[in-house]
């Protein structure tokens, strides 16, 4: 190891939230960090995710909730309605606040660009890792070496890092029987009439949710049950395949599908041991909780936090104490995840009411209670005191 925090070089391959987050708390520690993406730009977008657990504490370490609170998405309320879009059940702001205290509503690519408005350390777009080995060497998409002192791997559900030194997906991956697809566009007529509410039709096996952003524009979440793994080669068009008997306004989000939508597997991750000489997984490539958790971003700001806090308290050691205060948490928000399909993608007619139903007496605090037990992990313990 080098005799200075100052001639510490670390990459860190992957420009999602953890990635991000990961460079951010390693730079003000003292490292030189570069930053690769295999994407040749910023990710922007993405779907609505409810900010909030140890992950909002992070934030506010880094002093980052000024410009997430800007970011807020006015959401009134989770609406479910039928295929005429009509109202079926609802859960207002405030019932669900009383569920999860301190949540910032937003999108997922908001919280990356606030992290990385904030960053300092150079991200090569474009760029991924070709070769590379637990002592540190690495080759790059782009031809490019290099030799660093830390490696980590933050590239999400299908890391290259993982795969390159820690064994195939299919070793690590356990797929959850769903595929997911979310994009955003511009129509201010169906924005304004949709407005800020998460409304979402529900039919079995299959969801359909979308809701305004800003400046007129949408964002739209596909949810459907798929035997396979196996993506499509047309996402776009299996879309429309797939969703095409369903009315409300699905039609019209069938219409601007974008031929490059985000389409992806719902799947978990579980790496037995998270580390592997100067290599260190963080965020979805260790623990991916899926989708149906909802809490991955929350998780990811606490394991970067956590893996640099252990870092700055001696390399030795570190990587071990990083997973040993994360991976139970992890753990648990996973089991969380595989009980909660039920509510995001219920398998009948009849679960679908169920849930509406709970949505309909959300106001009454016995109910709260069962939702709270229902809709949030223990995440408790990971955090030393600020």
Not at 147 to 157: K, R
Not at 273 to 287: E, F, Q, S
């Amino acid at each position: 190891m080098p005799k200075s925090s100052a001639q510490q070089r670390a990459v860190v391959v992957g420009a999602g939230i953890a990635g991000l987050a990961s460079a951010w708390w390693l730079e003000r520690a003292g490292w030189d960090v570069l930053v690769v993406e295999r994407a040749p730009a910023f990710r922007a977008g993405g779907y609505m995710i409810d900010f909030f657990g140890p992950g909002h504490e992070v934030a506010r370490r880094m002093g980052l909730l000024p410009a997430l609170e800007r970011r807020r998405a006015p959401i009134s309320s989770v609406t479910s309605v039928d295929s005429r879009g009509r109202k079926r059940a609802e859960i207002s702001t405030a019932a669900y606040e009383a569920v999860a205290d301190g949540v910032i509503s937003l999108l997922r690519g908001d919280l990356a660009e606030v992290v990385r408005d904030d960053l300092r350390a150079p991200i090569r777009y474009g760029t991924t890792v070709s070769a590379g080995s637990e002592d540190g060497r690495v080759a790059f998409s782009d031809g490019s070496t290099g030799e660093f002192d830390l490696v980590v791997g933050a590239d999400g559900v299908h890391s290259r890092v993982r795969e390159l030194v820690f064994g195939p997906s299919s070793s690590f991956v356990r797929y959850l029987g769903h595929h997911t697809a979310a994009f955003s566009f511009r129509d201010p007529e169906l924005s304004a009439r949709i407005g800020y509410r998460y409304q979402m039709l529900t039919a079995p096996h299959r969801m359909v949710g979308c809701y305004a952003v800003r400046d007129g524009s949408m964002a739209a979440l596909m949810l459907h049950r798929s035997e396979s793994p196996r993506l499509p080669d047309s996402p776009a068009e299996a879309l429309r395949e797939r969703f095409g008997d369903l009315g409300w306004v699905v039609p019209e989000l069938l219409s601007v599908v974008p031929e490059d939508v985000y389409h992806d597997e719902v799947s978990q991750v579980d790496v037995p041991v998270w580390h592997r000489g100067k290599v260190v997984l963080v965020g979805d490539a260790c623990g991916a909780v899926s989708l149906f958790a909802g809490h991955g971003a929350s998780l990811a700001m606490t394991g970067a936090h956590v893996l640099v806090e252990e870092l700055s308290a001696g390399f030795d050691g570190a990587f071990d104490r990083y997973q040993a205060r994360l991976k139970p948490a992890v753990e648990r928000t996973q089991e969380f995840g595989r009980r909660f399909v039920g509510w995001m993608a219920p398998a009948s007619a009849w679960r679908i009411s169920v849930r509406d139903m709970a949505f309909r007496l959300s106001g009454l605090p016995i109910v709260r209670n069962l939702i709270r037990g229902s809709v949030t992990p223990d995440v408790d313990g990971v955090l030393t005191p600020a």
